[in-house]
């Protein structure tokens, strides 16, 4: 099954942007959605982003939506999480995730295959 690797993360002021990207390597055939969680240290994972891979339907958690923009490349095998007016809250380890079955995008666990992660810091 394919590899994921994420990519675009680091420092940055608050106001500031950042572009997250994961590529899909090897076997991409069956992806029904991909997704970005994120994670603090002691705190669960949380949803922030998510994409239909055939539809192209979005859905974005209350926290980011206005300010995060999730997007696609079919022939890149390539999800991108555009993130503007960054705050200090957003502050996280950065996942992407695959999932291979319709389901309940907003819940990690419907997902099958997980990037390494990417650290973003947001400083006041």
């Known amino acids: 099954q394919g590899q994921l690797v994420e990519s675009g993360g680091g420092l940055v002021q608050a106001g500031g942007s950042l572009r997250l990207s994961c590529a899909v390597s090897?076997?991409?055939?069956?992806?029904?959605?991909m997704g970005w969680f994120r994670q603090i240290p002691g705190k669960e994972r949380e949803f922030v982003s998510a994409v239909l891979w055939t539809a192209g339907v979005t859905y974005y958690a209350d926290s980011v939506k206005g300010r995060f923009t999730i997007s696609k490349d079919n022939a890149k095998n390539t999800v991108y999480l555009q993130m503007n007016s960054l705050k200090p809250e957003d502050t996280a380890v950065y996942y992407c995730?695959?999932?291979?079955?319709?389901?309940?995008?907003?819940?990690?666990?419907?997902?099958?295959?997980w990037g390494q992660g990417t650290q973003v810091t947001v400083s006041s």
């Open positions: 995730a695959r999932a291979t079955r319709p389901a309940n995008l907003r819940s990690g666990s419907q997902y099958d295959y």
């Open positions: 090897g076997r991409t055939s069956g992806t029904v959605a």
